[in-house]
C-alpha cells in the first residue's frame, strides 16, 4: 500500500488541527462552533480555504466583511491580514490549504 489515510476531527466542538506540513503544501482543518474564529493574523503563505459546512465571515486587509457558505473554496494572498469568524448559527467547518507549505516561505 502506497497510499497514506490521515484522519481528522469529527464533531462539533472546536477544533483547529494541522494535518499535514510539508514543504510543497501545508493543510489544516478546522471545526468552529458560532461565534468563534481564529485570531487576526497574517497569512503565512497563499491560503485555499474550502468551506465544507456552515459559514465563514472574513475581513481580508482593509476590505468590507465577505461571507461564504459551505461548497465555496475561498482564495487568499500570501501576506494578506486575515480576520476569520464563524458568524452563522450553524456549526463550520473548513480545510485550510496552503500551497507552498509555510514551511518553504521562511
Known sequence: MIEIAIP???????????V?????????????PQGTGLP?????APVY????RGQITLVLDDQEA??????????IPYQT???VQNTGEA???LFVVKAPGPRSMT
Not at 8 to 18: A, C, L, P, T, Y
Not at 49 to 52: E, G, L, P, Q, R
Open 91 to 93: 456549526v463550520t467547518e
Open 40 to 44: 487576526v493574523h497574517n497569512a503565512n
Open 81 to 83: 491580514r486575515m480576520d
Open 20 to 32: 499535514i506540513d510539508e514543504m510543497a503544501v501545508g493543510i489544516n482543518h478546522m471545526i468552529l
Open 66 to 75: 465577505h461571507t461564504y457558505t459551505a461548497g465555496n473554496i475561498v482564495t
Open 49 to 52: 480555504m474550502v468551506v465544507a
Open 8 to 18: 481528522f476531527s469529527q464533531g462539533d466542538e472546536k477544533v483547529i488541527e494541522r
